[in-house]
């Protein structure tokens, strides 16, 4: 397979990636069923099914050596008091780890690895790693959009069936205005 040529890439003030090879663009009903709030879900769906990210990628070879190089923009908002977030995924090759580097807005990376469960904050000039093994998704706890860039080995993939089976064990509540991870069965 050939491998990837010398390339310089910007990000744009909105956060698009230029150039980008895939675009993913993800609305509430694109999810399904991820958030806690059922109703308060449904309701949004109804009322309009907004828009919650985007990802803007520039694609390598899938293989060991070459680096995704891609962009989130993640809209802020709430079902319920739980933070817009992304679906979430671990790597297909467990032992791949990643590094976010944050360009404007607010969040956490929460992620997840056995029982344990750790938020990093994310925001403009902030690094983010995600471990080996670690489960990886995205919150916004602001008002503006969350943009970031990530890095990951051209060999990760990703397992998202995992996270659509069985959720993270904690979840990320707007409690009076300060996100806190909460036990999903301490709810
Ligand atoms: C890819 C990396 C990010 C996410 C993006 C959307 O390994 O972790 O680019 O793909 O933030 O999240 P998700 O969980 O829908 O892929
Ligand atoms: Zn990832």
Not at 69 to 95: A, I, N, W
Not at 118 to 144: C, K, L, S
Not at 151 to 174: C, K, M
Request: net charge negative; hydrophobic share 40%.
């Amino acid at each position: 397979m050939e491998l990837s040529e010398p390339l310089g890439l910007v990000v744009e003030a909105d956060g698009r990636l230029k150039p980008a090879t895939s675009t993913v663009v993800r609305h509430l009903s694109d999810m399904g069923g991820m958030y806690v709030d059922a109703g308060a879900e449904a309701a949004m769906i109804d009322a309009g099914d907004p828009l919650v990210y985007e990802v803007f990628q520039w694609d390598v070879p899938p293989v060991i050596g070459e680096l995704f190089v891609c962009t989130t923009v993640l809209q802020p908002g709430k079902v319920g008091s739980e933070y817009f977030m992304t679906k979430g995924h671990f790597h297909e090759q467990r032992d791949r780890a990643e590094v976010y580097y944050g360009l404007s807005g607010h969040g956490q990376v929460l992620m997840f690895e056995g029982d344990r469960v750790e938020a990093v904050p994310i925001g403009d000039g902030m690094v983010a790693y995600v471990p080996p093994f670690w489960a990886h998704r995205t919150a916004n706890t602001g008002i503006e959009p969350l943009v970031f860039l990530a890095v990951y080995p051209g060999d990760a993939g990703h397992d998202y069936g995992s996270i659509e089976r069985t959720g993270f064990p904690e979840i990320l509540l707007d409690t009076d205005r300060v996100p806190a991870l909460i036990r999903r069965s301490d709810r």
